[in-house]
Protein backbone atom coordinates (compact mmCIF):
# COMPACT_ATOMS: atom_id res chain seq x y z
CA UNK A 1 0.00 0.00 0.00
CA UNK A 2 1.60 3.26 -0.91
CA UNK A 3 1.65 6.50 1.14
CA UNK A 4 -1.95 8.03 -1.50
CA UNK A 5 -3.64 4.80 -1.01
CA UNK A 6 -2.51 4.95 2.80
CA UNK A 7 -3.79 8.15 3.16
CA UNK A 8 -7.20 7.20 1.63
CA UNK A 9 -7.58 3.97 4.23
CA UNK A 10 -6.84 5.53 6.89
CA UNK A 11 -9.49 8.34 6.08
CA UNK A 12 -11.87 5.46 5.50
CA UNK A 13 -11.05 3.83 8.84
CA UNK A 14 -11.50 6.83 10.39
CA UNK A 15 -14.61 7.86 9.12
CA UNK A 16 -16.31 4.23 10.13
CA UNK A 17 -15.16 4.45 13.33
CA UNK A 18 -16.60 7.76 13.63
CA UNK A 19 -19.88 6.25 12.59
CA UNK A 20 -19.81 3.03 14.25
CA UNK A 21 -19.48 5.62 18.01
CA UNK A 22 -22.59 7.12 16.69
CA UNK A 23 -21.17 10.49 15.89
CA UNK A 24 -22.16 12.83 13.21
CA UNK A 25 -19.45 13.40 10.53
CA UNK A 26 -21.70 15.50 8.17
CA UNK A 27 -19.96 18.41 7.10
CA UNK A 28 -17.07 17.59 9.00
CA UNK A 29 -13.58 18.50 7.56
CA UNK A 30 -11.25 15.80 8.43
CA UNK A 31 -7.75 16.60 7.83
CA UNK A 32 -4.52 14.50 7.96
CA UNK A 33 -1.34 15.74 8.59
CA UNK A 34 2.70 15.23 8.50
CA UNK A 35 3.50 15.70 12.25
CA UNK A 36 7.02 15.83 13.51
CA UNK A 37 8.95 12.20 13.39
CA UNK A 38 8.68 11.77 17.48
CA UNK A 39 5.10 12.07 17.38
CA UNK A 40 3.95 9.35 14.82
CA UNK A 41 3.84 9.01 10.79
CA UNK A 42 0.23 10.59 10.43
CA UNK A 43 -2.07 12.89 12.71
CA UNK A 44 -5.57 13.71 12.48
CA UNK A 45 -7.62 16.62 13.94
CA UNK A 46 -10.82 15.01 13.21
CA UNK A 47 -11.38 14.48 16.86
CA UNK A 48 -10.66 17.69 18.03
CA UNK A 49 -13.13 19.61 15.57
CA UNK A 50 -16.01 16.91 16.24
CA UNK A 51 -15.58 17.36 19.90
CA UNK A 52 -15.60 21.03 19.90
CA UNK A 53 -18.90 21.13 17.46
CA UNK A 54 -20.56 18.79 19.59
CA UNK A 55 -18.89 20.30 22.77
CA UNK A 56 -17.96 17.63 24.04
CA UNK A 57 -14.08 16.22 25.85
CA UNK A 58 -11.74 16.28 22.85
CA UNK A 59 -9.88 13.64 24.58
CA UNK A 60 -12.12 11.49 25.48
CA UNK A 61 -13.67 11.65 21.62
CA UNK A 62 -9.83 11.10 20.22
CA UNK A 63 -9.59 8.27 22.94
CA UNK A 64 -12.87 6.27 21.78
CA UNK A 65 -11.42 6.76 18.14
CA UNK A 66 -8.29 5.09 18.83
CA UNK A 67 -9.92 1.99 20.30
CA UNK A 68 -12.71 1.46 17.76
CA UNK A 69 -9.83 2.23 14.70
CA UNK A 70 -7.75 -0.40 16.50
CA UNK A 71 -10.20 -2.85 15.80
CA UNK A 72 -10.97 -1.55 12.35
CA UNK A 73 -7.49 -1.80 10.84
CA UNK A 74 -7.47 -5.58 10.15
CA UNK A 75 -4.36 -5.29 7.84
CA UNK A 76 -2.50 -4.01 10.26
CA UNK A 77 -1.08 -1.37 8.41
CA UNK A 78 -1.14 0.72 11.61
CA UNK A 79 1.54 -0.16 14.49
CA UNK A 80 -0.29 1.81 17.18
CA UNK A 81 -2.73 4.58 17.00
CA UNK A 82 -2.72 7.30 20.22
CA UNK A 83 -4.48 10.65 21.15
CA UNK A 84 -2.56 13.75 21.64
CA UNK A 85 -4.52 16.17 23.30
CA UNK A 86 -7.39 15.60 20.96
CA UNK A 87 -5.42 14.43 17.87
CA UNK A 88 -5.26 11.25 16.53
CA UNK A 89 -1.44 10.19 16.00
CA UNK A 90 -0.72 7.23 13.55
CA UNK A 91 2.50 4.83 13.79
CA UNK A 92 3.22 2.94 10.35
CA UNK A 93 3.88 -0.98 11.25
CA UNK A 94 7.34 -1.95 10.22
CA UNK A 95 5.48 -4.44 7.53
CA UNK A 96 3.96 -1.23 5.87
CA UNK A 97 7.33 0.55 6.38
CA UNK A 98 9.70 -2.63 5.08
CA UNK A 99 6.99 -2.95 2.09
CA UNK A 100 7.70 0.51 0.83
CA UNK A 101 11.54 -0.37 0.45
CA UNK A 102 10.73 -2.68 -2.08
CA UNK A 103 8.02 -0.35 -3.93
CA UNK A 104 10.76 2.41 -4.18
CA UNK A 105 13.25 -0.31 -5.64
CA UNK A 106 10.73 -1.16 -8.05
CA UNK A 107 9.69 2.19 -9.57
CA UNK A 108 13.04 3.71 -9.00
CA UNK A 109 12.79 7.31 -10.85
CA UNK A 110 8.64 7.37 -10.82
CA UNK A 111 8.78 6.60 -6.97
CA UNK A 112 6.65 9.83 -5.08
CA UNK A 113 5.11 10.19 -8.96
CA UNK A 114 0.99 10.04 -8.72
CA UNK A 115 -2.21 11.22 -10.06
CA UNK A 116 -3.08 13.98 -8.07
CA UNK A 117 -3.31 16.45 -11.16
CA UNK A 118 -4.73 14.52 -13.72
CA UNK A 119 -6.85 16.14 -16.50
CA UNK A 120 -5.66 19.70 -14.60
CA UNK A 121 -3.68 22.44 -16.22
CA UNK A 122 -1.05 24.45 -14.80
CA UNK A 123 0.26 27.56 -15.84
CA UNK A 124 3.40 28.21 -14.30
CA UNK A 125 4.94 31.60 -15.02
CA UNK A 126 8.61 32.32 -13.68
CA UNK A 127 11.99 33.99 -14.80
CA UNK A 128 10.60 36.91 -16.39
CA UNK A 129 13.79 38.89 -18.05
CA UNK A 130 13.75 42.15 -19.09
CA UNK A 131 15.10 42.66 -22.79
CA UNK A 132 18.80 44.21 -22.80
CA UNK A 133 19.21 43.16 -19.28
CA UNK A 134 21.71 40.44 -18.58
CA UNK A 135 20.21 38.22 -15.59
CA UNK A 136 21.24 38.67 -12.19
CA UNK A 137 21.52 36.72 -8.84
CA UNK A 138 18.43 38.59 -8.21
CA UNK A 139 16.54 36.82 -11.03
CA UNK A 140 18.09 33.43 -9.54
CA UNK A 141 15.10 32.89 -7.08
CA UNK A 142 12.18 33.37 -9.96
CA UNK A 143 13.70 31.25 -12.33
CA UNK A 144 14.67 28.15 -9.75
CA UNK A 145 11.60 27.94 -7.53
CA UNK A 146 9.63 28.24 -10.59
CA UNK A 147 11.35 25.32 -12.64
CA UNK A 148 11.25 23.41 -9.16
CA UNK A 149 7.82 23.64 -8.98
CA UNK A 150 6.75 23.01 -12.35
CA UNK A 151 8.61 19.86 -12.26
CA UNK A 152 7.03 19.01 -9.44
CA UNK A 153 3.19 19.38 -10.39
CA UNK A 154 4.39 17.61 -13.20
CA UNK A 155 5.75 14.66 -11.28
CA UNK A 156 2.16 15.16 -9.79
CA UNK A 157 0.36 14.40 -12.92
CA UNK A 158 -0.44 17.53 -13.38
CA UNK A 159 -0.46 19.22 -17.59
CA UNK A 160 1.69 21.93 -16.26
CA UNK A 161 3.39 24.20 -18.60
CA UNK A 162 5.78 27.22 -18.67
CA UNK A 163 6.15 30.77 -19.80
CA UNK A 164 8.61 33.23 -19.68
CA UNK A 165 6.03 36.32 -20.15
CA UNK A 166 9.78 37.77 -21.26
CA UNK A 167 9.37 41.61 -20.06
CA UNK A 168 9.64 43.22 -24.06
CA UNK A 169 7.34 45.90 -23.98
CA UNK A 170 7.37 49.07 -21.55
CA UNK A 171 8.30 52.38 -20.55
CA UNK A 172 12.10 51.07 -20.15
CA UNK A 173 12.33 51.05 -23.96
CA UNK A 174 11.85 54.29 -24.20
CA UNK A 175 14.67 55.15 -21.71
CA UNK A 176 16.86 52.41 -23.97
CA UNK A 177 15.72 53.57 -27.48
CA UNK A 178 16.45 57.46 -26.14
CA UNK A 179 19.63 56.65 -24.64
CA UNK A 180 20.56 54.37 -28.01
CA UNK A 181 19.43 57.57 -29.83
CA UNK A 182 21.55 60.28 -27.78
CA UNK A 183 24.90 58.13 -27.45
CA UNK A 184 24.57 54.47 -28.49
CA UNK A 185 26.99 52.96 -31.30
CA UNK A 186 25.49 50.26 -33.63
CA UNK A 187 29.50 48.74 -34.10
CA UNK A 188 30.15 48.52 -30.92
CA UNK A 189 26.57 47.28 -29.13
CA UNK A 190 27.19 44.25 -32.28
CA UNK A 191 30.03 43.19 -30.38
CA UNK A 192 28.60 42.49 -26.89
CA UNK A 193 24.62 43.33 -27.47
CA UNK A 194 23.38 42.69 -23.72
CA UNK A 195 26.25 43.95 -21.90
CA UNK A 196 26.15 47.72 -24.39
CA UNK A 197 22.52 48.12 -24.50
CA UNK A 198 22.50 47.59 -20.56
CA UNK A 199 25.28 49.65 -20.39
CA UNK A 200 23.26 52.30 -22.60
CA UNK A 201 20.05 52.07 -20.22
CA UNK A 202 22.11 52.39 -16.61
CA UNK A 203 23.46 55.86 -18.16
CA UNK A 204 20.15 56.27 -19.65
CA UNK A 205 18.93 56.13 -16.35
CA UNK A 206 21.32 58.17 -14.71
CA UNK A 207 21.07 60.99 -16.58
CA UNK A 208 17.03 60.95 -15.89
CA UNK A 209 17.80 61.14 -12.29
CA UNK A 210 19.56 64.32 -12.83
CA UNK A 211 17.08 65.96 -15.40
CA UNK A 212 13.78 64.49 -14.90
CA UNK A 213 12.52 66.69 -18.38
CA UNK A 214 14.83 63.61 -19.89
CA UNK A 215 11.60 61.10 -18.35
CA UNK A 216 9.17 62.83 -20.76
CA UNK A 217 11.15 62.18 -23.63
CA UNK A 218 11.50 58.75 -23.11
CA UNK A 219 7.91 58.34 -22.49
CA UNK A 220 7.36 59.46 -25.81
CA UNK A 221 10.01 57.40 -27.47
CA UNK A 222 7.95 54.34 -25.86
CA UNK A 223 4.61 55.97 -27.20
CA UNK A 224 6.11 56.59 -30.82
CA UNK A 225 6.89 52.68 -30.08
CA UNK A 226 3.64 51.74 -29.38
CA UNK A 227 2.17 53.62 -32.34
CA UNK A 228 4.39 51.74 -35.07
CA UNK A 229 6.92 54.75 -35.47
CA UNK A 230 8.93 52.34 -37.89
CA UNK A 231 12.59 53.31 -36.55
CA UNK A 232 11.48 52.55 -32.98
CA UNK A 233 9.97 49.31 -34.28
CA UNK A 234 13.25 48.49 -35.76
CA UNK A 235 15.44 48.85 -32.62
CA UNK A 236 12.63 47.47 -30.57
CA UNK A 237 13.36 44.53 -32.56
CA UNK A 238 16.74 44.19 -32.54
CA UNK A 239 17.18 44.47 -28.93
CA UNK A 240 14.65 41.42 -28.47
CA UNK A 241 16.48 39.28 -31.08
CA UNK A 242 19.25 39.92 -28.71
CA UNK A 243 17.49 39.22 -25.48
CA UNK A 244 15.98 35.75 -26.57
CA UNK A 245 19.29 34.62 -27.31
CA UNK A 246 20.86 35.69 -24.29
CA UNK A 247 18.01 34.31 -22.37
CA UNK A 248 18.32 30.93 -23.80
CA UNK A 249 22.06 31.16 -23.12
CA UNK A 250 21.35 31.50 -19.38
CA UNK A 251 18.22 28.98 -19.61
CA UNK A 252 20.77 26.25 -20.28
CA UNK A 253 23.39 27.77 -18.08
CA UNK A 254 20.82 27.47 -14.74
CA UNK A 255 19.87 23.92 -16.34
CA UNK A 256 16.53 24.85 -16.45
CA UNK A 257 13.86 22.62 -18.18
CA UNK A 258 12.83 24.09 -21.66
CA UNK A 259 10.20 26.49 -21.46
CA UNK A 260 6.50 25.30 -23.81
CA UNK A 261 6.22 29.15 -24.55
CA UNK A 262 7.94 32.71 -24.05
CA UNK A 263 4.90 35.01 -25.27
CA UNK A 264 6.42 38.16 -24.07
CA UNK A 265 4.78 41.25 -23.16
CA UNK A 266 4.70 42.60 -27.36
CA UNK A 267 2.39 39.33 -27.40
CA UNK A 268 -0.35 40.94 -26.47
CA UNK A 269 -0.25 44.39 -27.84
CA UNK A 270 -3.23 43.53 -30.67
CA UNK A 271 -5.47 42.05 -27.80
CA UNK A 272 -5.42 44.81 -25.66
CA UNK A 273 -7.50 46.75 -27.66
CA UNK A 274 -10.84 44.06 -26.43
CA UNK A 275 -9.73 44.34 -23.17
CA UNK A 276 -10.27 48.16 -23.16
CA UNK A 277 -13.44 47.71 -24.99
CA UNK A 278 -14.68 45.12 -22.47
CA UNK A 279 -13.42 47.45 -19.44
CA UNK A 280 -15.72 50.14 -21.08
CA UNK A 281 -18.60 47.94 -21.75
CA UNK A 282 -18.65 46.84 -18.05
CA UNK A 283 -18.21 50.88 -17.00
CA UNK A 284 -15.28 49.86 -15.22
CA UNK A 285 -12.93 52.18 -16.95
CA UNK A 286 -12.81 55.60 -16.34
CA UNK A 287 -11.01 58.88 -17.17
CA UNK A 288 -9.16 60.49 -14.81
CA UNK A 289 -8.16 64.26 -14.26
CA UNK A 290 -5.17 63.93 -16.07
CA UNK A 291 -6.71 61.74 -19.02
CA UNK A 292 -5.34 58.73 -17.83
CA UNK A 293 -7.53 55.67 -17.79
CA UNK A 294 -8.25 53.83 -14.73
CA UNK A 295 -10.51 51.35 -12.72
CA UNK A 296 -11.23 52.61 -9.32
CA UNK A 297 -10.40 49.84 -6.62
CA UNK A 298 -10.95 52.47 -3.92
CA UNK A 299 -13.80 50.53 -2.11
CA UNK A 300 -11.22 46.92 -1.80
CA UNK A 301 -8.56 49.69 -0.25
CA UNK A 302 -6.22 49.18 -3.79
CA UNK A 303 -6.11 52.80 -5.03
CA UNK A 304 -6.27 53.36 -9.09
CA UNK A 305 -5.44 50.36 -11.10
CA UNK A 306 -4.18 52.36 -13.75
CA UNK A 307 -4.75 50.80 -17.78
CA UNK A 308 -3.65 53.83 -20.12
CA UNK A 309 -1.10 57.09 -19.30
CA UNK A 310 -2.48 60.57 -19.94
CA UNK A 311 0.26 60.32 -22.61
CA UNK A 312 -1.51 57.15 -24.44
CA UNK A 313 0.69 54.16 -23.74
CA UNK A 314 -0.45 51.42 -22.33
CA UNK A 315 0.95 49.78 -18.61
CA UNK A 316 1.58 46.33 -17.66
CA UNK A 317 -1.87 45.86 -15.86
CA UNK A 318 -3.17 46.03 -18.97
CA UNK A 319 -1.28 43.82 -20.73
CA UNK A 320 -1.47 41.24 -17.84
CA UNK A 321 -5.59 41.42 -18.03
CA UNK A 322 -5.02 40.76 -21.44
CA UNK A 323 -2.26 37.92 -20.64
CA UNK A 324 -5.23 36.31 -18.06
CA UNK A 325 -7.62 36.21 -20.70
CA UNK A 326 -5.62 34.68 -23.90
CA UNK A 327 -4.60 31.66 -21.20
CA UNK A 328 -7.67 31.07 -19.49
CA UNK A 329 -9.34 30.78 -23.07
CA UNK A 330 -6.63 29.14 -24.77
CA UNK A 331 -5.50 26.54 -22.04
CA UNK A 332 -8.74 26.28 -19.43
CA UNK A 333 -6.48 26.46 -16.82
CA UNK A 334 -6.65 24.94 -13.40
CA UNK A 335 -4.15 27.13 -11.86
CA UNK A 336 -2.48 30.09 -13.30
CA UNK A 337 0.53 30.94 -11.02
CA UNK A 338 3.00 33.77 -10.82
CA UNK A 339 6.34 33.22 -9.30
CA UNK A 340 6.99 36.87 -8.93
CA UNK A 341 8.67 38.60 -6.32
CA UNK A 342 6.98 40.52 -3.68
CA UNK A 343 7.07 43.86 -4.01
CA UNK A 344 4.46 43.33 -6.66
CA UNK A 345 2.33 42.19 -4.37
CA UNK A 346 -0.50 45.33 -5.09
CA UNK A 347 -0.04 44.57 -8.68
CA UNK A 348 -1.58 41.01 -8.38
CA UNK A 349 -4.09 41.93 -5.87
CA UNK A 350 -5.18 44.71 -8.38
CA UNK A 351 -5.12 42.14 -11.33
CA UNK A 352 -7.16 39.30 -9.67
CA UNK A 353 -9.99 41.93 -8.40
CA UNK A 354 -10.05 43.59 -11.69
CA UNK A 355 -10.28 40.68 -13.44
CA UNK A 356 -13.19 39.25 -10.72
CA UNK A 357 -15.11 42.59 -11.29
CA UNK A 358 -14.80 41.63 -15.38
CA UNK A 359 -16.36 38.28 -14.67
CA UNK A 360 -13.65 35.86 -14.77
CA UNK A 361 -12.27 33.88 -11.83
CA UNK A 362 -8.94 35.08 -11.00
CA UNK A 363 -9.39 35.19 -7.19
CA UNK A 364 -9.46 31.40 -7.20
CA UNK A 365 -8.12 29.75 -10.18
CA UNK A 366 -4.69 32.21 -10.15
CA UNK A 367 -1.91 32.62 -7.68
CA UNK A 368 1.13 35.21 -6.96
CA UNK A 369 3.87 33.29 -5.46
CA UNK A 370 5.67 35.50 -3.73
CA UNK A 371 9.16 35.86 -3.20
CA UNK A 372 10.77 37.54 -0.37
CA UNK A 373 13.57 39.89 -2.16
CA UNK A 374 17.31 38.72 -2.49
CA UNK A 375 20.05 41.79 -1.72
CA UNK A 376 23.52 42.18 -1.73
CA UNK A 377 25.28 43.11 1.60
CA UNK A 378 25.58 46.71 0.48
CA UNK A 379 22.25 47.11 -0.32
CA UNK A 380 19.53 46.38 -2.87
CA UNK A 381 20.05 45.39 -6.37
CA UNK A 382 19.29 47.23 -8.91
CA UNK A 383 19.74 47.14 -12.53
CA UNK A 384 19.57 51.06 -13.17
CA UNK A 385 22.17 51.34 -10.48
CA UNK A 386 24.33 48.39 -12.09
CA UNK A 387 25.14 46.70 -8.24
CA UNK A 388 24.51 43.35 -9.50
CA UNK A 389 26.17 40.24 -9.99
CA UNK A 390 25.70 38.19 -13.07
CA UNK A 391 24.24 34.76 -13.16
CA UNK A 392 26.85 34.09 -15.60
CA UNK A 393 29.92 35.48 -13.05
CA UNK A 394 27.98 33.80 -10.39
CA UNK A 395 28.09 30.45 -11.66
CA UNK A 396 31.74 30.74 -13.10
CA UNK A 397 32.84 31.38 -9.67
CA UNK A 398 31.08 28.66 -7.82
CA UNK A 399 32.99 25.90 -10.42
CA UNK A 400 36.35 27.51 -9.72
CA UNK A 401 35.60 26.90 -6.09
CA UNK A 402 33.93 23.34 -6.59
CA UNK A 403 36.83 21.73 -8.63
CA UNK A 404 39.45 23.57 -5.74
CA UNK A 405 37.65 21.45 -3.12
CA UNK A 406 37.55 18.10 -5.61
CA UNK A 407 41.59 18.25 -6.15
CA UNK A 408 41.80 18.70 -2.44
CA UNK A 409 39.23 15.95 -1.31
CA UNK A 410 39.23 13.56 -4.31
CA UNK A 411 42.21 14.95 -7.14
CA UNK A 412 42.08 11.28 -8.75
CA UNK A 413 38.05 11.62 -9.74
CA UNK A 414 37.16 11.36 -12.78
CA UNK A 415 35.69 13.87 -14.95
CA UNK A 416 36.21 16.53 -12.82
CA UNK A 417 35.33 19.13 -14.39
CA UNK A 418 31.32 17.62 -15.18
CA UNK A 419 31.01 16.89 -11.45
CA UNK A 420 32.62 20.75 -10.47
CA UNK A 421 29.62 22.41 -12.49
CA UNK A 422 26.73 19.66 -10.87
CA UNK A 423 28.42 20.93 -7.69
CA UNK A 424 28.38 24.55 -8.07
CA UNK A 425 25.05 24.42 -9.62
CA UNK A 426 23.25 22.37 -6.62
CA UNK A 427 25.03 24.89 -4.21
CA UNK A 428 23.57 28.06 -6.01
CA UNK A 429 20.25 26.41 -6.64
CA UNK A 430 19.76 24.73 -2.73
CA UNK A 431 21.20 28.37 -1.45
CA UNK A 432 17.96 29.62 -2.74
CA UNK A 433 14.98 26.48 -2.52
CA UNK A 434 16.42 25.75 1.09
CA UNK A 435 14.71 29.46 1.62
CA UNK A 436 11.10 29.75 2.05
CA UNK A 437 10.14 31.47 -0.65
CA UNK A 438 8.73 34.10 0.95
CA UNK A 439 11.70 34.95 3.42
CA UNK A 440 14.53 38.03 2.55
CA UNK A 441 17.39 37.37 2.31
CA UNK A 442 21.08 38.43 1.45
CA UNK A 443 23.25 37.16 -1.15
CA UNK A 444 26.65 36.47 0.13
CA UNK A 445 29.56 34.33 -1.82
CA UNK A 446 29.99 32.67 1.55
CA UNK A 447 27.07 31.54 2.03
CA UNK A 448 26.01 30.43 -1.50
CA UNK A 449 28.56 28.53 -2.13
CA UNK A 450 29.01 26.86 1.30
CA UNK A 451 29.60 22.95 0.82
CA UNK A 452 28.81 22.02 4.22
CA UNK A 453 25.68 21.74 5.98
CA UNK A 454 21.62 22.21 5.32
CA UNK A 455 23.15 22.40 1.18
CA UNK A 456 22.98 20.79 -1.83
CA UNK A 457 26.59 19.59 -2.33
CA UNK A 458 26.05 17.92 1.23
CA UNK A 459 22.49 15.89 -0.39
CA UNK A 460 24.79 14.72 -3.31
CA UNK A 461 27.54 13.83 -1.61
CA UNK A 462 25.16 11.32 0.34
CA UNK A 463 23.87 10.34 -2.56
CA UNK A 464 27.34 9.65 -3.83
CA UNK A 465 28.79 8.15 -0.81
CA UNK A 466 25.57 5.00 -0.81
CA UNK A 467 26.64 4.39 -4.48
CA UNK A 468 30.52 4.23 -2.98
CA UNK A 469 29.43 1.40 -1.01
CA UNK A 470 27.42 -0.89 -3.22
CA UNK A 471 30.11 -0.40 -5.92
CA UNK A 472 32.89 -1.36 -2.90
CA UNK A 473 31.24 -4.38 -2.67
CA UNK A 474 30.47 -4.97 -6.44
CA UNK A 475 26.35 -5.15 -5.67
CA UNK A 476 24.59 -3.78 -8.39
CA UNK A 477 21.09 -2.71 -8.91
CA UNK A 478 19.80 -5.73 -11.29
CA UNK A 479 21.31 -8.34 -8.42
CA UNK A 480 19.78 -6.54 -5.89
CA UNK A 481 16.64 -7.00 -8.03
CA UNK A 482 16.45 -10.76 -8.46
CA UNK A 483 17.38 -10.56 -4.64
CA UNK A 484 14.65 -8.83 -4.06
CA UNK A 485 12.12 -12.38 -4.69
CA UNK A 486 13.45 -13.17 -1.35
CA UNK A 487 10.84 -10.47 0.01
CA UNK A 488 12.38 -10.37 3.66
CA UNK A 489 9.43 -9.94 6.11
CA UNK A 490 9.65 -7.30 8.96
CA UNK A 491 9.22 -9.75 11.82
CA UNK A 492 12.77 -11.05 10.99
CA UNK A 493 14.53 -8.50 10.60
CA UNK A 494 14.55 -7.20 14.33
CA UNK A 495 14.97 -3.34 13.23
CA UNK A 496 16.64 -0.90 15.23
CA UNK A 497 15.72 2.89 15.64
CA UNK A 498 18.28 3.82 13.45
CA UNK A 499 16.42 1.96 10.78
CA UNK A 500 13.14 2.82 11.49
CA UNK A 501 13.86 6.42 11.55
CA UNK A 502 15.09 5.51 7.51
CA UNK A 503 12.41 3.81 7.04
CA UNK A 504 9.68 6.60 8.25
CA UNK A 505 11.41 9.19 6.10
CA UNK A 506 10.99 7.35 3.35
CA UNK A 507 7.56 6.34 3.33
CA UNK A 508 7.30 10.34 3.63
CA UNK A 509 8.33 11.59 -0.23
CA UNK A 510 4.99 11.36 -1.63
CA UNK A 511 2.97 13.36 0.93
CA UNK A 512 5.72 15.86 1.23
CA UNK A 513 5.92 16.27 -2.18
CA UNK A 514 1.81 16.94 -2.46
CA UNK A 515 2.62 19.31 0.36
CA UNK A 516 5.19 21.15 -1.17
CA UNK A 517 3.00 21.84 -4.50
CA UNK A 518 -0.49 23.05 -2.23
CA UNK A 519 1.45 25.81 -0.41
CA UNK A 520 4.13 26.50 -3.88
CA UNK A 521 7.01 25.88 -1.13
CA UNK A 522 10.08 23.82 -2.53
CA UNK A 523 12.08 24.49 0.40
CA UNK A 524 9.94 21.71 1.92
CA UNK A 525 11.16 18.99 -0.17
CA UNK A 526 14.39 20.92 0.82
CA UNK A 527 14.09 20.46 4.67
CA UNK A 528 12.95 16.84 3.93
CA UNK A 529 16.41 15.31 1.63
CA UNK A 530 18.25 16.92 4.21
CA UNK A 531 16.24 15.44 6.93
CA UNK A 532 16.53 12.06 5.33
CA UNK A 533 20.43 12.41 4.50
CA UNK A 534 21.06 13.07 8.19
CA UNK A 535 19.13 9.98 9.03
CA UNK A 536 20.90 8.07 6.61
CA UNK A 537 24.50 9.13 7.98
CA UNK A 538 23.33 8.41 11.61
CA UNK A 539 22.07 4.99 10.48
CA UNK A 540 24.96 3.86 8.60
CA UNK A 541 27.23 5.33 11.64
CA UNK A 542 25.74 3.32 13.93
CA UNK A 543 24.20 -0.17 12.53
CA UNK A 544 26.52 -2.21 10.02
CA UNK A 545 25.99 -3.10 6.39
CA UNK A 546 28.76 -4.35 4.63
CA UNK A 547 29.63 -6.02 7.95
CA UNK A 548 26.70 -7.67 9.11
CA UNK A 549 26.71 -11.22 9.45
CA UNK A 550 23.01 -12.13 8.87
CA UNK A 551 22.61 -12.70 5.08
CA UNK A 552 19.32 -11.42 5.18
CA UNK A 553 19.43 -8.44 7.34
CA UNK A 554 22.89 -7.61 5.09
CA UNK A 555 20.57 -7.68 2.02
CA UNK A 556 17.91 -5.71 3.71
CA UNK A 557 20.05 -2.86 4.60
CA UNK A 558 21.39 -2.79 1.25
CA UNK A 559 18.35 -2.39 -0.08
CA UNK A 560 17.40 0.31 2.23
CA UNK A 561 20.53 2.18 1.31
CA UNK A 562 19.88 1.69 -2.54
CA UNK A 563 16.38 2.87 -1.76
CA UNK A 564 17.32 5.81 0.11
CA UNK A 565 19.97 6.96 -2.96
CA UNK A 566 17.20 6.36 -4.97
CA UNK A 567 14.60 9.09 -2.99
CA UNK A 568 17.44 12.00 -2.38
CA UNK A 569 17.86 11.19 -6.24
CA UNK A 570 13.83 11.79 -7.15
CA UNK A 571 13.87 14.61 -4.72
CA UNK A 572 17.36 16.80 -6.64
CA UNK A 573 15.78 16.06 -9.73
CA UNK A 574 12.36 17.93 -8.48
CA UNK A 575 14.95 20.78 -7.54
CA UNK A 576 16.56 20.80 -10.32
CA UNK A 577 19.92 19.27 -9.24
CA UNK A 578 21.86 16.42 -10.80
CA UNK A 579 23.00 13.46 -8.60
CA UNK A 580 26.54 12.37 -9.00
CA UNK A 581 26.89 8.45 -8.12
CA UNK A 582 30.73 9.95 -7.35
CA UNK A 583 32.64 12.77 -6.11
Not at 425 to 439: E, G, M, Q, V, W
Request: aromatic letters at 12%.
Amino acid sequence: MNSETTKIYLTDLLLQAFNNLGFNTEGLSLKITVPEQEFGDYAANAALVLAKKLKLDPQEVAGQVVAEFVKLDEAKVFQEAYQAKGFVNFRLSPKSLVENVYRILNEKDNFGKSKLGENKTVVVEYFQNNVAKPPHVGHLRSAVVGDSLLRIFRFLGFHAMSDTHIGDWGTQFGILILGYKTFGNKTTVEKDPIFELNKIYVEMSSRIEQNPELREQAKQEFAKLEKGDAENRKLWQWFVMESVVDFEHYRRLLELLSFDHNLGESFYEDKMPAVMEALRAKRLALRGETGEEYVDLEQYGLGRCILVKSDGATTYHLRDFATYIFRKGQFDFYKNIYVVDNRQAHHFKQLFKVLELMGYPAERDSVHVDLGFMSLPEGPISTRKGNIISLQNLVDEAEKRAIKIIEEKNPGLANKSAVAKMVALAAIKYFDLSHNRKTEFTFTWENALSFEGNTGPYLQYSHARIHGILKKFQITNSKLQINLQTNLKSEILNLKSEELSVLRKLYQFPLVLEQAAQDYLPNLLCNYLFELSQNFNAFYQEVPVLQEKDSQLKLFRLNLITATAQVIKNGLYLLGIEAPEEM
